[in-house]
């Protein structure tokens, strides 16, 4: 596939996702998701720790040849009756796997590599 089709197909099941976890009657109350960190091209906005001061650099938290910046990640934020799940031992993430699976057994979360709320498409665990 060319990284154009790799990238619609993401976002494709990561929309089948949102309808799925919309739709679901979760045990736990009301699960909500949002995104963060989807591609990232532009420079990145930071703090400067040793100065204060505002700076632009290139991002520092995601690997130039990973799949954030190829468009085939994304973070996903999840609140559990409005409130947001920093945990990633969370059962939520294991549950969202294996949604996530069901729909592309290439689509998966990234609780194998303690980064659980890391979806990304054809990434190796």
């Given at each position: 596939m060319t990284p154009?089709?790799?990238r619609?197909?993401?976002t494709?099941?990561?929309c089948?996702l ?5 739709q ?12 963060d960190?989807w591609?990232v091209?532009s ?5 400067d ?5 505002r700076?632009t650099?290139?991002?520092?938290v995601?690997?130039p040849?990973?799949?954030h910046p190829r ?8 609140y559990?009756?409005?409130v947001?799940v920093?945990?990633g031992?969370h059962p939520i ?7 996530a699976?069901?729909?592309?057994d ?10 659980a709320?890391?979806l ?6």
């Open positions: 154009r089709e790799l619609v197909l993401f494709s099941l990561v089948q949102v309808t799925q976890v919309n679901k009657q979760w045990t736990y109350g009301k699960v909500e998701i949002a995104f960190e591609t091209h420079k990145r906005i930071y703090i720790s040793e100065t204060g001061e700076r650099g290139i991002d520092r995601h690997h040849k990973g799949f468009g085939l990640a994304v973070d996903v934020l999840v559990i009756n409005g947001y920093s945990q031992d993430w294991r549950d969202l796997d294996t949604m699976h069901a729909l592309d290439k689509l998966n979360f990234g609780n194998e590599f303690n980064d709320n890391h990304s498409y054809g990434e190796l665990k």
